[in-house]
């Protein structure tokens, strides 16, 4: 962690300032060394500060541990991300970031603040609750305006000083997504703005009946063999993509297919992705003990509740939900 973070943060606890005892540095980072308050102290460990208050709810603690193991084996950031990204914030784009202070919440692996420093960020600051911290520092911890910290999103111990925050599907696989979504925007600003990006219910009941229950298994399998059922899951679906739904997509006169296609928006949305990148894809779909899907009324309501103006809602792929809303 750099030490210009530490104005940023504060006790989730006691909401008092740290102060930084410095055990071991590497240039700007403080890779050893701990945050103490009135009340309590945390370590800061291979260069995190993990803020965790020890009273995580034991689910969303599960589910974000085996998350993290995935982050820590597919912790290749590829140049697909960038568009991505920005599609899954639309309509919000790259200039919306310029000079602003930035809260990625649940940034996994830190593909997203990559970008959001890329597009100008004055500062950005990635939080999650898993291990996926480590890859994460590795990535973009190094970056000179971009900070990894490893907290609860319930109990996050940042200042509400935010000019812009957002959450790309992360909020469906907490306990409580709504409430997840009010806690992102208590951390913003007046004047600033948010964005999310969410499972939706409408477009996915194929999941809803198929996957969930194969799920409700395959999240308490222990971790390779989870990986090892989403490896021939992957080979399959590769198979099928490459046969079908790349030519859906890329061959004109076999356009027409994309309409009896199953699922074809998404589908052909990833069918030129390389085997690796479809296979954590699958793996992560196997991996959560929670993953809540949202109707667009719901999703309209935590905007409504949190009292946000300005706000836009739109159908990605035909299967998700993404929203923006600004705090005035
Ligand atoms: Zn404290």
Redesign the pocket.
């Known amino acids: 962690m750099k030490r210009s973070l530490l104005i940023h943060l ?7 300032a ?1 102060n930084l005892t410095v055990d071991k540095e590497e240039g700007a980072e403080v890779m050893e060394g701990k945050l103490s ?4 102290s945390y370590p800061i460990v291979r260069g995190v500060p993990r803020l965790l208050p020890g009273t995580t709810d034991q689910k969303n603690w599960t589910t974000a541990e085996r998350f993290g193991e995935e982050w820590k084996q597919f912790s290749m950031l590829t140049d697909k991300y960038e568009q991505q990204f920005l599609s899954w914030i639309e309509p919000v784009k790259q200039d919306h970031f310029r000079g602003k202070l930035v809260l990625d919440v649940g940034c996994g692996k830190g593909r997203h603040v990559l970008y959001a420093q890329k597009f100008g960020a004055q500062e950005v600051i990635g939080v999650d609750l898993s291990q996926a911290v480590d890859a994460a520092f590795d990535n973009v911890g190094r970056l000179p305006n971009a900070h990894i910290v490893q907290a609860d999103l319930y109990k996050l111990p940042l200042k509400p000083e935010y000019d812009y925050a957002y959450s790309i599907g992360v909020l469906h696989h907490t306990p409580d997504p709504a409430k997840s979504f009010q806690c992102m925007v208590d951390k913003v600003k007046q004047g600033g703005s948010v964005s999310a990006w969410i499972y939706g219910r409408e477009g996915n009941g194929w999941i809803i009946y198929i996957l969930n229950p194969i799920r409700r298994i395959t999240s308490k399998l222990p971790l390779p063999i989870t990986k090892s059922l989403a490896f021939v899951l992957a080979v399959i679906m590769q198979a099928g993509l490459k046969v079908f739904y790349w030519p859906a997509e890329h061959v004109s006169w076999l356009g027409w297919m994309k309409k009896i296609l199953p699922y074809s928006a998404y589908l052909c949305s990833i069918a030129d992705y390389s085997f690796k990148e479809n296979y954590s894809i699958v793996f992560d779909h196997l991996l959560p003990e929670i993953a809540f899907y949202i109707r667009q009324e719901e999703f309209q309501k935590w905007f409504d509740d949190a009292k946000l103006q300005d706000v836009v809602i739109t159908r990605r792929n035909n299967n998700s939900w993404r929203g923006f809303g600004s705090k005035i």
């Open positions: 504060e006790c989730p606890s006691c909401h008092q740290f308050c009135a009340c309590t």
